[in-house]
């Protein structure tokens, strides 16, 4: 028998040997999320969000509950049909922070028009206060520019039920505001010139929304996330007056106006 | 005058000089015998050789795939991070991994390519060259077979690979992508629910660089000189 015989024996036997040991302890923990490629569309990944002290039959109708609240909301955003968000729930399926997401896997997700993927806990009421901490990835953002990862903790009195709690996540602003943003930098990226209206329009819009949600005094990731939107905008406004591609009003824009947005913050 | 005696012995002598000697053709008649019997015996050897090695590859390619069966399972419902290990068992499983391993990449769980891509690396490093031969089958389909992530990692693991044999494959798969619209690609989109399911234009975009990249590093690779290096002198693959 050859070395080489012998290496790949030894290599095959070690392998198996790991996976025996490894498999079952892990398998159980996670799901896959088969809904990503059959749901058409652009996509909001909703991951488990975990309940703290609550038995899993009981966090597992908490999870129904908004996903239903959840998906009413965005059902009802003044979106047209072929750009409407789509929950997609992935119950099990918890991310451990950016390992999670190698740049292959945020590749093929961005494919696959997912925009946002949320996971978070709902920490036990502490001191007649609850804890909320969300984490959001928006898929489509380029990690060199923006860090696209962010954690966000929310608080408020202590609510009498978990019905309550769950009312409260779903009316999040946060979760369309980034998902817009994503929706925006994905358009312009796979359409082109024939994005740019829709996308000027969101950029707007989640501009707005994310002011109100971050309030007078945005820090670290917030500021950077408002900077890069400001930037998005301006850049479309350049892009819009030079494309040869586009027709729409923006290319009428005067230098004048292009230069209000981008000095406004928007060209960095 | 010689006498009678003398005259006979002398005509005996003759006669037996006059009688033709064992020729090759005689002794070749004579040894046919025994020669038959070898060739025989060497032929039976060699085909029952043959059909032994033929039978005990079939059984290791059943038994392989039987040991694999659960992995597979395993590792298709696997999360991203469970299915590396799912993806290098089943690689540590050589040439009856490879194929299995595409059809998880053609299957496009987001997540599971980086692993099925690094299981394709492990069977490379038992198998090389059949694993190179099935990538190959991958950019070589022209029936929309696949879609377009799997030809994208099998351009970029025939780079990773040194798969040198590939290279006119390659280069032919690359002039194909130059002039292919989303409509004529030799590979489909990932919407699966789609009746027409097309790339987008920068998906098509995405795999030719990865074929121009994976071309110029194969390239690269055949103008250095061989030192022996690389995968057969790490892994013994077969040659």
């Not at chain 2, 399911?197 to 975009?205: G, I, S, V």
Request: charged share 20%.
């Amino acid at each position: 028998m050859t070395s080489g015989r012998i290496a790949g024996r030894a290599l095959r036997l070690l392998a198996v040997a790991i996976a025996a040991l490894v498999l079952p302890t892990l398998a159980s923990a996670q799901a896959v999320c088969a809904d990503i490629n059959s749901v058409p569309g652009f996509k909001i990944v909703l991951d488990d969000i975990q309940f703290a002290a609550t038995p899993p039959d009981d966090q597992k109708l908490l999870m129904q509950l908004l996903i239903s609240h959840l998906g009413s909301r965005l059902e009802d955003l003044p979106d047209p049909a072929s750009s409407r968000y789509h929950l997609v729930p992935c119950p099990g399926r918890i991310p451990v922070g950016e390992a999670s997401f190698p740049p292959l896997t945020v590749r093929d997700l961005v494919t696959r028009d997912v925009l946002l993927e949320v996971w978070g806990d709902v920490f036990r009421p502490s001191g007649g206060k609850q804890l909320v901490a969300i984490n959001y990835v928006m898929m489509p953002l380029p990690r060199d520019t923006v860090n696209p990862f962010l954690q966000r903790q929310y608080e408020r009195k202590v609510v009498s039920s978990p019905d309550e709690v769950v009312e409260w996540l779903a009316g999040f602003d946060e979760i369309s505001a980034y998902a817009t943003v994503g929706r925006a930098i994905r358009m312009i990226d796979s359409q082109g010139a024939p994005a740019y209206d829709s996308a000027k329009a969101d950029l707007a819009r989640a501009a707005q929304a994310l002011g109100r949600a971050y309030g007078a005094h945005p820090v670290g990731a917030q500021k950077q996330l408002l900077d890069y939107v400001d930037a998005q905008q301006c850049a479309l406004l350049q892009r819009a007056r030079s494309d040869v591609a586009y027709k729409g009003t923006m290319r009428l824009l005067p230098q004048a106006t292009v230069d209000r947005t981008c000095g406004s913050g928007g060209n960095q | 005058m010689p006498s009678v005696a003398d005259r006979l012995a002398a005509i005996e002598k003759r006669l037996d000089e006059l009688k033709p000697g064992k020729d090759r053709w005689d002794k070749f008649e004579k040894l046919s015998v025994a020669l038959w019997a070898v060739v025989t015996y060497l032929v039976s050897v060699l085909v029952t050789g043959r059909i032994e090695t033929a039978l005990k590859e079939r059984e290791l390619h059943l038994e392989n795939v039987k040991d694999m069966q659960e992995i597979m399972v395993q590792f298709h419902s696997a999360t991203d991070q469970t299915a590396m290990s799912s993806a290098l068992a089943l690689g540590a499983h050589g040439r009856y991994a490879a194929v299995p391993l595409i059809q998880e990449l053609q299957a496009g769980v987001v997540g599971h390519r980086p692993a099925a891509e690094a299981g394709l690396r492990a069977a490379a490093a038992i198998d090389h060259d059949v694993v190179c031969r099935q990538l190959s089958g991958v950019i070589d389909n022209r029936t929309r077979l696949y879609q377009f992530e799997v030809h994208e990692s099998a351009a970029r693991l025939l780079a990773d690979l040194e798969c040198v044999g590939a290279i006119d494959g390659l280069t032919q798969y690359k002039e194909r992508l130059a002039g292919a619209t989303p409509a004529t690609a030799p590979f489909t989109g990932v919407n699966f629910m789609a009746s027409r399911n097309d790339p987008a234009a920068a998906d098509l975009d995405r795999v030719r660089t990865q074929a121009e990249a994976a071309l110029t590093a194969l390239r690269s690779v055949k103008s250095e000189p061989d030192t022996g290096a690389g995968w057969h002198r790490w892994f013994g693959g077969s040659p």
